[in-house]
């Protein structure tokens, strides 16, 4: 190859057009496309509380120094290793915590004095989603799973809000309601009715067949790898939309009230339609800047209601023993109240963990009296103001990676997260 | 009009699959290329399903009817292999891509 040929090719690449060679990237484009067999589990749902949840109304309980206005220290409640806020006598609505702990404790690993390192919203819920805080670029942890092990399900990754960057790594989708589950499992449907279609049976097979042999006319004929991958994308996507058809045996015939329930259902479905590795469920209005335990007291049991339903609904359907539940926020609240009784940005929280291989019943870090971060010795799990350090976002999901076997990915390999192997949390799964 | 009825009749088919494709598509396809070909094999073979199968609905399918005043007449399905033509078209790269 001469030079100047050389020059040209790479000047080629650098805009993104590139080259269709034999036995290359196109030869890998025109590989046969079949309907992916259902996704089979793990399954994954980060919980988001938007808007900064109080820990120490929940799995982080003070009751000292003023922090809590609603018990006092010799309140605060266990349930084996945990330790945590009395809310039966301040919910309206929802599940306390002495509720949610008496059924889930022994299953729940709880990371208290994580160091969010900021406390705005923005950068907070961006750090938390990808373990990533300086840049825009990074996918969630959510998106990357659902790249390393679905990349061909047509709803991957599900999201219901919550800071859901893909990293472009995968397809992000938005089904707001089950309805339009509905509608977009059976499009070949007027608004998803399948006694509704647009087409007798055979003549959507023919369609299919002439869509199929356009394919393969298309693919032995030399396009630009750009215009090569979209279509070779289009028809996988369209292929891979049939298998969304499985979903409609397990959309619920009633449709739940609560926020979480609503999204909850939608995910369920589509994870036991083998269509979905994982999803975003996120409710709002935890930025409680005024009267924060009025609002406290009316998210957090609805949140863990919500957290509760899904584990229930998990079970009916037979895909619990595969389902990993992460549970957190994008900040704490402060250890004080401001002049309206609410609590502000605090840059120090929890987290929660549970799902098959987690050990449950155990709490890992903390925070201490004035609800600051104590630093954690990374290979022993314990508490040490000395030796330890402070675990942010970046060492949770160094370990979430792991955990998920994805680690060593490609995708996950071009998102690194830093970190040396002294701070690597050894044994935070149990 | 009825594909291999008569050689005109074909000849109008294929025409009508050109203005589809040059409409929906953009392309500018003879009448005898291979895409418009593949169209019209489409058609052919929906028409010669229906026919196979006897006792198709002499309408237009009853979702589709689209609130008229009666129901378009399709004794011979040729009205419901043309919607799946233009649904066909419909999903193709060209159509939904720039």
């Known amino acids: 190859m001469n030079k100047s040929r050389r020059d040209f090719l790479k000047l080629c690449s650098m805009v993104g057009l590139g080259f269709a060679c034999p036995g290359g990237m196109t030869s890998v484009l025109r590989a046969d496309v079949k309907e992916a067999p259902p996704y089979d589990g793990p399954f994954y749902i980060v919980f988001n509380a938007s808007g900064g949840w109080d820990t120490t109304y929940l799995m ?13 220290e010799g309140d605060i409640l266990t349930k084996g290793a945990h330790k945590f806020a009395p809310t039966d ?15 889930f404790g022994s299953e729940l690993l709880t990371f208290n004095g994580l160091d969010y390192s900021v ?39 599900l999201t219901f809000g919550n800071y859901s960057a893909t990293g472009n790594v995968v397809a992000m989708s938005r089904v707001p309601y089950l309805q339009s589950l509905q509608k977009i499992a059976n499009a070949d449907s007027i608004e998803g009715n399948i006694h509704s279609p647009y087409h007798d049976d055979f003549a959507l097979s023919r369609i299919e067949q002439a869509l199929g042999e356009q394919q393969a006319a298309r693919a032995s004929q030399p396009h630009l790898p750009r215009e090569e991958r979209a279509m070779s994308m289009l028809y996988a996507a369209q292929v891979n939309s049939k298998a969304l058809q499985r979903v409609t045996p397990h959309i619920p015939s009633s449709i739940p009230k609560e926020r979480l329930s609503q999204q909850a259902e939608i995910a369920l479905a589509s994870f036991k339609a083998g269509v979905c590795v994982s999803a975003n469920l996120s409710i709002g209005q935890f930025d409680s800047h005024a009267n924060n335990d009025t609002d406290q007291m009316k998210l957090i049991p609805e949140f863990l209601a919500g957290i509760a339903y899904v584990l229930r609904r998990a079970e009916a359907l037979k895909i619990r023993e595969k389902l990993v539940i992460i549970i957190q926020s994008e900040m704490g609240r402060t250890p004080t109240y401001n002049k309206g009784n609410g609590k502000d940005h605090w840059s120090i929280g929890s987290a929660m963990f549970l799902g098959p291989g987690i050990k449950g019943n155990r709490v890992i870090g903390a925070t201490d009296e004035k609800q600051f971060g104590v630093a954690l010795n990374p290979q022993s799990l314990v508490c040490d103001k000395e030796q330890g350090i402070r675990i942010r ?38 | 009009m009825l594909p291999g009825a008569s050689p005109e009749a074909d000849t109008k088919i294929r025409e009508a699959i050109v203005f589809l494709h040059q409409r929906v598509l953009g392309r500018n396809d003879t009448p005898q290329s291979a895409e418009v070909e593949r169209t019209y094999q489409l058609f052919a073979g929906i028409v010669s399903d229906a026919a196979e199968r006897g006792k198709m609905d002499p309408e237009e399918i009853y979702t589709c009817r689209q609130g008229l005043e009666r129901p378009v007449a399709d004794p011979k399905y040729t009205v419901r292999a043309w919607r799946a033509v233009v649904t066909s ?9 720039e």
């Open chain 1, 60 to 72: 982080d309980p003070k009751g000292v120094g003023e922090i809590n206005r609603l018990y006092q």
């Open chain 1, 89 to 103: 006598k301040h919910k309206s609505g929802g599940m306390s915590n002495e509720e949610f702990y008496n059924e």
């Open chain 1, 119 to 157: 406390n705005n919203h923005s950068p907070g819920a961006r750090y938390m989603a990808t373990g990533k805080l300086d840049s825009l670029a990074y996918p969630t942890f959510a998106a990357l799973v659902a790249a390393c092990n679905g990349p061909a399900c047509p709803l991957s990754f």
């Open chain 1, 393 to 430: 976002p970046e060492h949770i999901h160094t370990a979430l990676r792991e955990y998920a076997g994805i680690a060593a990915h490609p995708l996950s390999k071009k998102f690194p997260l830093g970190g040396t192997d002294k701070e690597v949390l050894r044994g935070l799964w149990g």
């Open chain 2, 89 to 97: 078209l419909l999903r193709q790269h060209e159509f939904l891509h």
